[in-house]
């Protein structure tokens, strides 16, 4: 199973990576990282088919997905 990893400190919380997302899964969180915003993160592992479309979207290369 593939498996979305997130490096939410370095995330800006562009939403770029929720907007490519086939399932709609990466979502935004209601917490904020130690810069103050608010980073994409995903609701539900299970659902993820390993695409990378948020990976190739990031333009932080915040995401890497593990198989």
């Known amino acids: 199973m593939p498996k979305p990893v997130f490096n939410e400190e370095r995330c800006k919380?562009?939403?770029l990576c929720t907007a490519v997302c086939p399932k709609k899964i990466v979502v935004i969180?209601?917490?904020f990282n130690?810069?103050?915003?608010?980073p994409?993160?995903?609701?539900d592992d299970?659902?993820?088919i390993g695409c990378a479309l948020?990976?190739?979207?990031?333009p932080d290369v915040v995401i890497e997905i593990h198989k």
């Open 13 to 15: 919380g562009c939403e």
């Open 29 to 31: 969180a209601n917490r």
């Open 34 to 38: 130690s810069k103050g915003y608010k």
């Open 40 to 43: 994409a993160t995903c609701s």
């Open 46 to 48: 299970a659902k993820c």
């Open 54 to 58: 948020c990976a190739k979207a990031c």
